[in-house]
């Protein structure tokens, strides 16, 4: 397989604090890589770095060999970047009156001519992209009007316009409900399996983020923890050790589950009292 990501001993500061420390990841074409962790591990610094959008200077300095859709992101224009690499942010950033419609068609500029105008293709890649994201009925609102799933979804679309290599998402799914979480996710599953989109996804649900991602990666204080298949690197005590968390690791039909479990009701009743 071809490695179209790849960095090695990649560290990050910000305001003199570390961020991102000692992260080596290899990640072959087509694949996709649930990244897990608390919060603050590092995750959407992370993503950001491998989309070329945590710019050096100012207070932030990044060390390590990078590469991503055979660019360097510390070096390559946005525009190159943008043709490669397409990110769903946690938290986008919408313009006022822009309707559903033309904030996915925004995911075309890196394909235009410069002072270009988009053609019947690029209005087809986005005509089936608000299909298969089930938005037709809110094409023509305003995406500021729309409730946070809604916007989810849309943001999502943008970023699948770009037609690009390499597609970074940043929770997903936070803001869905269970039926347009397998909907977005299996969306993207079938664009991974039908075009080669390689795929690495920041996820706080482990039960997703196992049964999407081919391989994970779990994170904490800025490191790698943990990388390898869901089985490796979702273990209960590795689990209790990086979140806190009390949990059951369930295996069904050759999937993973990961359940919560509560302390034990005589441990429950020595709190009360």
């Known amino acids: 397989m071809t490695t179209v ?8 500061t910000r305001g003199g604090q570390s961020v991102l420390r000692g992260v080596d990841l290899r990640v072959d074409c087509g694949d996709w890589v649930s990244v897990v962790g608390p919060n603050g591990a590092g995750k959407t610094t992370l993503l950001h ?13 990044i060390t390590g060999q990078l590469m991503v859709g055979g660019l360097d992101p510390l070096s390559a224009s946005r525009r190159e970047m943008s043709r490669a690499v397409a990110l769903m942010p ?16 925004l995911g075309r500029t890196p394909h235009l001519p410069r002072f270009g105008v988009e053609s019947a293709a690029d209005r087809q890649v986005v005509e089936e992209i608000i299909d ?20 989810q979804r849309v943001v999502l679309g943008r970023a ?48 997703l983020a196992s049964q999407y991602g081919r391989r994970m990666l779990m994170m904490a204080d800025g490191t790698v923890v943990a990388d390898g298949s869901a089985a490796e690197v979702l273990r209960a005590d590795r689990i209790a050790e990086v979140y806190g968390a009390r949990v059951e690791v369930l295996e069904r039909g050759g999937l ?18």
């Open 160 to 207: 699948l316009a770009q037609q690009p290599q390499i597609l970074l998402l940043d929770e997903p799914t936070s803001a869905l409900d269970i039926g347009h979480q397998q909907q977005v996710l299996e969306l993207v599953e079938s664009m991974r399996v039908a075009d080669g989109i390689t795929v690495v996804a920041a996820m706080h649900d482990l039960t």
């Open 90 to 105: 946690q938290r986008p950033v919408v313009p006022e009156g822009v309707s559903v419609a033309e904030l996915i068609s």
């Open 5 to 12: 990501l790849s960095c090695s001993d990649l560290s990050a």
């Open 49 to 61: 770095v491998l989309a070329g959008l945590l710019p050096v200077g100012k207070g932030t300095r």
């Open 256 to 273: 993973l589950a990961v359940l919560p479990l509560r302390p034990p009701a005589a441990a429950l009743d020595e709190e009360v009292r």
């Open 132 to 151: 298969r994201l089930d938005l037709g009925g809110l094409a023509g609102r305003q995406a500021t009007h729309l409730s946070g799933g809604e916007l």
